[in-house]
């Protein structure tokens, strides 16, 4: 499948069409930014590692019966994936108190939650992607409340099995955000599923092994990207 038409350039992707209309290719960039892009810069390799954990993770997902845009990786940097209309609310499923969270509510950073909290966030970085409820959501269109319903459902249902996989693999599943696009009637989760969008802590010492490393100039950057890669996708 041969990627054509540039439709779309975003901080860790570009979005081309294929031959078929229903069918797009997303390039994985090595650009980094943090903080709604006020720091901006560059992990060596890291389109090339998100791109194959995400491919990963997303096969293990349809496999237990979560319905993605994932069609298949087609190069280092490339996956073959269904054309969604997205649906502009960013899903974050927290397991663990930390960044936001933990400032909003004045809790320790690494307090376990008793039971997973979900939030929802509009997509607009002009605006700072601002958290928003479901009264918002109604109140401007954004998603219908069937669409909602299905999105916690799923929402839930990911993280019941993302919690389990990551744990086998040494590493405690902290936060995360999840995308969601309409595609011929159905809902599927889109995006990527990868160290830029979780924050994933080493189960024994709590060490990161994500973004933060880069956001919070931790060191080790690619380092840690390559051992999470190693963990997922030499099993």
């Known amino acids: ?80 994936t269904k054309k969604l209309d997205i649906i502009p609310i ?23 939650l008793k039971s997973p909290i979900l939030e929802f966030y509009y997509k607009d970085d002009d605006l700072g992607d601002p958290m928003i409820n479901e009264y918002h959501i109604r109140e401007f269109g954004l998603a219908t409340d069937d669409e909602m319903a299905v999105l916690k459902e799923r929402g839930f249902k990911i993280n019941d099995l993302l919690v389990g996989y990551f744990k086998e693999r040494g590493i405690r599943l902290v936060d995360y955000k999840l995308e969601f696009g309409r595609n011929n009637g159905q809902i599927l989760l889109g995006d990527e599923i990868s160290p830029d969008g979780c924050r994933l802590w080493n189960i024994k010492t709590n060490e990161k092994m994500d973004k933060d490393r880069f956001r919070f100039d931790l060191g080790k950057v690619e380092e840690t990207y390559q051992e999470v890669y190693h963990l997922i996708c030499d099993r």
Do not use: C, W
């Not at 720091?39 to 993605?68: A, R, W």
């Not at 108190?97 to 909003?104: C, F, H, I, P, T």
């Open 1 to 80: 499948m041969k990627r054509l038409e540039k439709i779309y350039e975003g901080k860790a992707k570009i979005l081309y069409t294929t031959e078929d209309p229903n069918l797009i290719i997303q390039y994985f960039k090595d650009d980094a930014t943090a903080f709604n892009g006020v720091k901006k810069g560059t992990i060596v390799d890291k389109g090339v590692v998100n791109n194959h954990i995400s491919s990963v993770i997303y096969q293990f997902l349809e496999k237990n019966g979560i319905p993605t845009h994932f069609v298949e990786r087609v190069s280092e940097r490339e996956q073959l």
């Open 90 to 112: 960013e899903l974050v499923v927290r397991n663990v108190v930390a960044g936001s969270l933990a400032k909003r509510m004045g809790r320790l950073e690494g307090e376990a």
